[in-house]
């Protein structure tokens, strides 16, 4: 008898079944069997399996499975199927498996990194076989996953009905009790929230490396400096997961007393979400400056070896700060809370934008909400972009929130003051600037693109609008005055 089958003797019929036993797979099980689910598993690595069964998951209601038929053979109809592989072609590899093995009505879920492109395609080709789809960001890691993950599902609507209970069960709950887990919409919708969720993570550690370097580099502070710093500053309404940490990794001493911290090569890994939220906002055409610049600053750094032999030929040393400290330490403060909400800001506003190019129809209340608890974004700061969406769904953006403009015109000077700063020291702010120029941009009523267009016009014959005609009306210069009157197609790409 298999190990599948007296499992199957001694639990009966699992509720879910899940695929991928690395650690986020493992503590989803856990976390789910926990909650009083019974889960079936199976890895393509059937060893994995064994030694799962027969570790970590020993007494416990769970199911080992040997092949993809013996998974099948262990759920309960309709069958859910919860994959936890590597992103790509893995996936697209496990749901033709999958579709000769389960039955019209049967659930597969996609619960890893996957591009929303590919969510929206596989979604429409899993329900042309008669199953439901569901594409799932999981944020938190693997603690996370193992105690409270933000869970930000779409897909299939029908699905919701049988995946609901278990993904809410599972998920993280924020303060006061909301369950950080809610049906985001149809096809990619799960995964775009979960990839703009990546980053706007990308922009918030920027940030905070930015805060770090100017206190390191500008003010000559130590890591225990530092440290203090950061806890005090998580009682502030930057009270969040990745200040908490930041804190923590400044007090961390390795066996021999020196900070694990001033050891760690100045080369950061990135594995593309950030990247594709960028790339999105060009598709959009929605200015998502600050995430940008943190996709190029972890390119940047990458580029360790010529950054190194840049600075031997551009040498320059920053001069020592002359200032009141602490109250520059208050300015960065307030410099960093400013470019976090513009970072949330041109997040949203990606959001919906994508949501009338896909027809999705996004709660972005719900969404601040479910990254409230469990994520690796997780702050305080999100409920009070619940409340603003809250009393305004159609709030276009949340720096027109009587709460965020209220805040905004008090952190302006100082955010002004330490770019100002970090230019003349010659601190690299990257994240920081590119805030503060879109907030200087997007509340600017006369911007310099009459000119652009003027330009545009003379050389392409691309047509303008004027300001003193109605909207919408195409006009053409001849500037040359041997160009001729014929003007080119108006269009935006």
């Known amino acids: 008898m298999t190990n599948a089958n007296i499992a199957n003797d001694l639990h009966g019929k699992a509720d879910i079944g899940l695929i991928g036993l690395a650690v986020m797979g493992e503590n989803l099980v856990m976390n789910m069997e ?49 994959l936890m592989v590597r992103a790509g072609q893995a996936v697209d590899d496990f749901i033709d498996k999958l579709l000769e093995v389960l039955e019209p009505g049967d659930i597969i879920i996609d619960g890893g990194n996957s591009h929303f492109p590919d969510t929206i395609r596989r979604t429409k080709y899993v329900e042309s076989k008669g199953l439901l789809y569901v594409g799932t960001g999981v944020s938190g890691g693997e603690e996370g996953a193992l105690k409270g993950p933000s869970m930000m599902p779409g897909g299939s609507p ?74 005090a500053w998580n009682e502030t309404e930057l009270d969040s997961y990745l200040i908490e940490i930041t804190r923590d990794i400044l007090g961390y001493k390795d066996g021999n007393g020196e900070a694990t911290l001033d050891h760690i090569l100045d080369k950061a890994g990135q594995k593309g979400t950030g990247k594709w939220t960028a790339i999105s906002a060009l598709d959009e055409g929605v200015p998502l400056t600050l995430i940008t610049e943190a996709v190029f600053a972890r390119c940047l750094s990458a580029a360790k070896d ?31 809370y400013a470019s976090k909400i513009v970072s949330y800001a041109q997040g949203f506003s990606l959001m919906r934008s994508a949501a009338a190019t896909y027809g999705w129809d996004l709660n972005y209340g719900g969404i601040a909400l479910m990254w409230r608890g469990g994520c690796i974004i997780r702050s305080a700061f999100l409920g009070k972009i619940r409340e603003a969406f809250d009393k305004d769904p159609a709030l276009e953006n949340i720096l027109m929130d009587e709460y965020f403009s209220g805040v905004m015109k008090d952190l302006v000077a100082s955010w002004r003051e330490v770019v100002a700063y970090a230019v003349s020291a010659g601190i690299p702010v990257p994240a920081f600037s590119s805030a503060l120029t879109w907030f200087d941009g997007y509340t600017t009523d006369n911007l310099p693109a009459n000119l652009l267009q003027a330009q545009r016009d003379y050389f392409g014959a691309h047509t303008y609008e004027r300001n003193d005609r109605p909207r919408g009306e195409a006009f053409h210069t001849n500037w040359t005055g041997h160009g001729g009157d014929t003007a080119s197609s108006g269009y935006n790409a």
């Not at 919708?189 to 918030?204: L, Q, R, S, W």
């Open 158 to 231: 029908e699905a919701w009905q049988y995946v609901g209970p278990i993904f809410r069960a599972i998920s993280a709950r924020a303060e006061n009790g909301d369950i950080c887990c809610e049906w985001v919409g149809e096809n990619g919708a799960g995964h775009f929230v979960k990839m703009v969720h990546n980053g706007i993570e990308y922009g918030d550690m920027q940030l905070i490396c930015e805060a770090y370097q100017l206190m390191r580099d500008g003010l000559g502070m130590s890591n225990e400096e530092m440290h203090d710093v950061f806890a």
């Open 306 to 336: 010529e950054r190194v032999r840049a600075s031997s030929l551009y040498q320059r040393e920053i001069p020592a700060f002359e200032g009141d400290r602490e109250a520059f330490i208050e300015a960065i403060r307030k410099a960093l």
């Open 34 to 82: 926990s909650k009083g689910f019974t889960v079936a598993v199976y890895n393509r690595t059937v060893e994995k399996v064994d030694r799962f069964i027969s570790g970590r998951a020993a007494g416990k209601n769970i199911i080992g499975c040997h092949s993809l038929e013996g998974l099948k053979d262990s759920l309960k109809a309709p069958r859910k199927v919860f």
